[in-house]
């Protein structure tokens, strides 16, 4: 089956600047999170939602950041306006139900975000 | 804020020899995930141990957990250039209204010299 989609896989902007990153989770899978990875760190969730459903955004930046996922398959993850802090790589996973505390996350390839 | 917290931070060994990482963790856990991450193959899921459970093999891979030290660690036997990575400890917290939110360590840099 094919894995977790990401694009673009690279992006450089200037701060201020806004950015937009899309993911296409497995398909038939439920349950989507986004995750900021700074370098040196692990990942850290920053939204989860269920369909199309939030169902966790306690660590989503919410001045700046936005997410969607309309229909309950794709999503996009947004940052308005960009911040230096914010260069990280942007990590998107899916996972089959996710109302099992048990179920495998599969992670995509990740966008490196660097903010200049 | 990250949860687990890995030692070693880096780790050389040479192929052959066995790599042991040990995470700590802070509040109670439903169950605990090892990942890995290369530049390759990104993050990938390696093993989850319960938290009912002392001790889980895969393969090459080794995993037990303490619950009364809040403790878990990782072994890999027998390494290979291959096994090069980050890995990374997550958590599942017990209880709680997100099913499936991960909280993950800083990670531990294996480098597996052939």
């Known amino acids: 089956e094919a894995g977790v989609a990401q694009s673009p896989r690279y992006k450089i902007i200037e701060k201020r600047q806004s950015v937009a990153f899309w993911c296409n989770p497995i398909s038939g899978h439920a349950t989507l999170y986004w995750y900021q990875q700074i370098l040196g760190q692990g990942p850290k969730l920053l939204i989860q939602?269920?369909?199309?459903?939030?169902?966790?955004d306690s660590q989503l930046p919410k001045d700046r950041f936005s997410a969607e996922r309309l229909k309950g398959v794709d999503s996009t993850l947004k940052i308005q306006p960009a911040k230096l802090e914010d260069s990280a790589v942007y990590l998107c996973?899916?996972?089959?139900?996710?109302?099992?505390?048990?179920?495998?996350?599969?992670f995509g390839p990740g966008t490196r975000l660097t903010v200049l | 804020s990250q949860q687990g917290e890995e030692d070693p931070q880096a780790l050389s060994i040479q192929e052959g020899e066995n790599a042991t990482m040990n995470c700590s963790y802070k509040t109670s856990i439903n169950n605990l995930q090892w990942y890995r991450q290369n530049s390759g193959r990104g993050l990938v899921h390696l093993i989850l141990?319960?938290?009912?459970?002392r001790e889980k093999h895969s393969g090459r891979l080794r995993v037990t957990l303490d619950t009364s030290k809040k403790s878990s660690s990782l072994l890999i036997t027998a390494s290979r250039a291959a096994d090069t990575a980050s890995y990374f400890c997550a958590t599942a917290r017990a209880g709680g209204t997100s099913y499936g939110k991960l909280t993950f360590g800083q990670g531990t840099i294996l480098t597996v010299h052939p």
């Open positions: 141990i319960r938290s009912n459970e």
């Open positions: 939602f269920q369909n199309n459903g939030v169902v966790d």
């Open positions: 996973a899916s996972s089959r139900k996710g109302q099992a505390i048990t179920d495998t996350q599969y």
